[in-house]
DNA sequence: AAGTCCATCCAAAGCGCTTTGGAAATGATT
DNA sequence: AATCATTTCCAAAGCGCTTTGGATGGACTT
């Protein structure tokens, strides 16, 4: 079913029964009510494309999500992201659309889906420091908002991000209260922006007290369980092994408390473990008796926002960018406690 | 910059250009060259909209992923389902649109999509087992392929899945050679089909041996990792606590071994775990010495062949709906062993 | 020399919608 | 009764592409 056939149906003009649809003014409410109901009986649906040919919207919104082609790792908080997103787009009538690009290749990917016309906005996500990408939208004329920052870029762009630096600086700043001294930084991949702030954040808390960041205690890398186990193992054997540790994700806290475990040791009475939390759905920290002391901020919620923020921005393109700092909440859990012994070294 | 505007550029008719493009052959060689140099200079893209008007396809690919109300959770499963099913995609020159819908709207939203002209096809996820979205979408026409099975549905359709009966029997089997006797199944929505599937594995196994099915060690949930923990250290605590787990999830078995381990308990020495490995890229079970004892099955790898199948199956309507079934590898890690009292109770 | 056949190109219609620029009918105003 | 403003509707153009149904001219036959 398409226009022409409904509006012969009613015995009326296509124009009236697009605008009886549209909810223009110049319909009578009688008409009006006669075409949605006919419209509805028949399951009338406009057809996406011709109306995107004719208003110039393709009413979507793109998503480029990073792979990384040496893991073939898709990031797991993406899921989340995209599922407060998609509720905001979906609330609006939006379409998401959802490519899968490898490291690198994001650039090609935007120019196509852009010059393709299949979006009207793009998000932007895993910003690097001085990303390419914004200069480029800007270039392209396309709405996007960043989910992060990219601490290089000078010129203003919409962007949502998490206060990174102060979540990774309070956290440093609790193990550094409680005695720890020896605090190791189990990082994400360290070109991305948002774990270079966590690096300045943990850095910032340490000579803010006069104390030395030890190359040694510094790791960087994808965030998986893998990464975890792996680093801690090894740092749990070197001479001055951590008596704390402060972890970018979730899933590589897993690894850690996996490796901190079959020491025979345990989270928060020998080592003391701080891990970011994105809040993912399926992973929670736990409410009442957090597992982890953990900065806490709900990536869902960022991808609620961010669409919200890039939606706004396409119906008013004229205004200047928008930004929004999220904070980061410190949650105490069971994963941290005083530093066994509390000489200063 | 559109056909028309590069055809005027090179002197062209728009017909010859887009026949150029598009590898036609009655167009000479020479200016196909001069076209594709051209379109090439310029960076033009034909408009998706318009091109999927004048050819009646979307050249996208629908997905509506389920998202669970009660906890606001997206299956974790779909970031590298999707991540395979991408990869499929952008080789052959499809978008992937997106849906995040709760659970038991997906109706509405299919029906969308397609009525909308949106899209090609259609994977379905989540099939319960008489799923009546698979009757809706033969009805509609649209070529679809169903990410699992619906086991009540009796007309034919094209599914991939894995199988699930057969991974559990063995993985049940496995665990009655060790010894074990209180073996509990730490299952997902068992109104899901998969779900309900690895039960059945399960009891066959036990029925096969002439033991009883003991519903206290029956459970299903949304597979989190705090369902697993709640779940264990409540059986632990129960009078005949069972030896071994089989969990349906690896999420919800990090949560199991948490359980066990803050018993005190060794997991593969005092209780022995098994669970169902997707894969996912972030959580890999590891590869030389597996944490856990698995049935491993990449849904990567099936996302990959879902699309596969899918993009077949709209090329060629009429053939008999395909199906594949994926094996499980039953990979030994450290999560088993003896049980610890090998009498049969 | 006339006819035939390719190879190469083009004009125009059509995909399903929105939107512009009226037209017809109605009611209010003089 | 004539005029004017409103309301309500419509015909047709246009969005950017593909595709049908020729047109044109040169090479080849006969």
């Known amino acids: 079913m398409n226009l022409r056939e409904l509006a012969q149906n009613l015995g009326l003009s296509q124009t009236t029964v697009s605008r009886a649809l549209n909810g223009y003014p110049e319909v009578n409410e009688a008409t009006r009510a006669r075409v949605v109901q006919a419209a509805e009986q028949h399951n009338y649906r406009p057809n996406t494309r011709a109306k995107g ?3 110039g919207r393709a009413m979507a919104i793109g998503h480029v999500i990073p792979m990384s082609k040496q893991h073939e790792m898709v990031n797991p908080v993406f899921g989340d992201f995209i599922a407060g997103a998609g509720e905001t787009y979906s609330r609006n009538g939006y379409d998401m659309v959802l490519s899968l690009v490898e490291d690198g290749q994001e650039e090609k990917t935007y120019r196509d889906l852009r010059g393709k016309g299949a979006v009207d906005g793009l998000i932007v996500h895993g910003p690097k420091s ?3 990408r914004i200069a480029m939208l800007d270039d392209l004329g396309v709405p996007f908002v960043v989910h992060g920052r990219a601490s290089a870029v000078t010129t203003p762009y919409a962007w949502l991000d998490v206060n990174n630096r102060k979540a990774f600086q309070r956290a440093t700043d609790f193990l550094l209260d409680l005695g720890h001294r020896r605090i190791a930084l189990i990082n994400g991949l360290e070109e991305l922006d948002f774990a270079s702030r966590r690096r300045a954040g943990y850095e ?22 893998r990464y975890g186990y792996d ?3 090894h740092l749990l054997d070197s001479d001055a092994a951590p008596t704390a540790f402060l972890v970018s994700s979730m ?6 408390r996996r490796a901190i475990e079959e020491r025979g040791l345990r989270m928060g009475r020998d080592i003391s473990v701080i891990t970011h939390d994105d809040a993912l759905s399926y992973f929670k920290n736990g409410e009442e008796a957090p597992i982890f002391t ?7 919620e960022a991808g609620r926002q961010a669409a ?3 939606l706004e921005r396409i119906a008013n393109p004229h205004l200047p960018p928008p930004n929004r700092l999220l904070e980061a909440q410190l949650v105490v859990g069971g994963s941290t406690g005083p530093a066994p012994t509390s000489r200063t070294d």
């Open 294 to 300: 953990a900065t806490c901020s709900s990536v869902r």
């Open 251 to 256: 899933i590589t806290a897993i690894g850690v």
């Open 308 to 310: 919200q923020m890039l």
């Open 130 to 132: 001085g990303d390419a």
């Open 53 to 55: 040919l004719a208003t």
């Open 231 to 233: 680093t801690v193992r």
């Open 204 to 225: 910032e808390a340490l000579t803010a007290r006069g104390l030395p960041v030890t190359p040694d205690y510094l790791h960087s890398d994808e965030m998986t369980e």
